[in-house]
T-cell receptor
Framework: KNEVEQSPQNLTAQEGEFITINCSYSVGISALHWLQQHPGGGIVSLFMLSSGKKKHGRLIATINIQEKHSSLHITASHPRDSAVYICAVSRGAQKLVFGQGTRLTINP | NAGVTQTPKFQVLKTGQSMTLQCAQDMNHNSMYWYRQDPGMGLRLIYYSASEGTTDKGEVPNGYNVSRLNKREFSLRLESAAPSQTSVYFC????????????FGSGTQLSVL
């Protein structure tokens, strides 16, 4: 079993829908990152969370440390949100463990 | 302020050829990383460097060498390329103090024929 599991692996939705991507982890962490990768593109950091909730524009990220679970929400989704979203957890100073990614497609 | 600069963006090699992927960051970060990304596998750590002059193996170090000669630059070398090294490679740096944040280079798409 992977240390970091994301669900769903693939998600297709219509423009305007509310999107939720989940990340569960099985080990103690110091921080959790949500990353975005557009097709053929580089990887951009969206959020770093160690507790609670963060919001940036239409994106909201939450983490529940006790349940070892994080969610990334996108409100009023748009085709430009189509990308792969990757969850990564920090375990100590050097180790980062990545989820497999969730491929999101938003249709107009 | 360019962040993480990675070159080249694309490379095609023949089996047995060598090449070096270059990575530089201008954010004064101590930690730098090399990852490879393969379909269905996610990002896998090849090597990392906690500080200038130190390097350590990650999950998939075989066939690679790295060099961290100064704080800015962390290069990845393939001495004798193999088809199994066909992948997309990403360099990254991380700040650990305070508000931890990850920064990635734009990636190198490498094909080994």
């Amino acid at each position: 079993k992977n240390e970091v599991e994301q669900s769903p692996q693939n998600l297709t939705a219509q423009e305007g829908e509310f999107i939720t991507i989940n990340c569960s982890y099985s080990v103690g962490i110091s921080a959790l990152h949500w990353l975005q990768q557009h097709p053929g593109g580089g990887i951009v950091s969206l959020f770093m969370l160690s507790s609670g909730k963060k919001k940036h524009g239409r994106l909201i990220a939450t983490i529940n440390i006790q349940e070892k679970h994080s969610s990334l929400h996108i409100t009023a989704s748009h085709p430009r949100d189509s990308a792969v979203y990757i969850c990564a957890v920090s375990r100590g100073a050097q180790k980062l463990v990545f989820g497999q990614g969730t491929r999101l497609t938003i249709n107009p | 302020n360019a962040g993480v600069t990675q070159t080249p963006k694309f490379q095609v090699l023949k089996t047995g050829q060598s090449m070096t992927l270059q990575c530089a960051q201008d954010m004064n970060h101590n930690s730098m990383y090399w990852y490879r990304q393969d379909p269905g596998m996610g990002l896998r750590l090849i090597y990392y460097s906690a500080s200038e002059g130190t390097t350590d193996k990650g999950e998939v170090p075989n066939g690679y060498n790295v060099s961290r000669l100064n704080k800015r630059e962390f290069s990845l070398r393939l001495e004798s390329a193999a088809p199994s090294q066909t992948s997309v490679y990403f360099c990254a740096s991380r700040v650990l103090q305070g508000n931890e944040k990850l920064f990635f280079g734009s990636g190198t798409q490498l094909s080994v024929l």
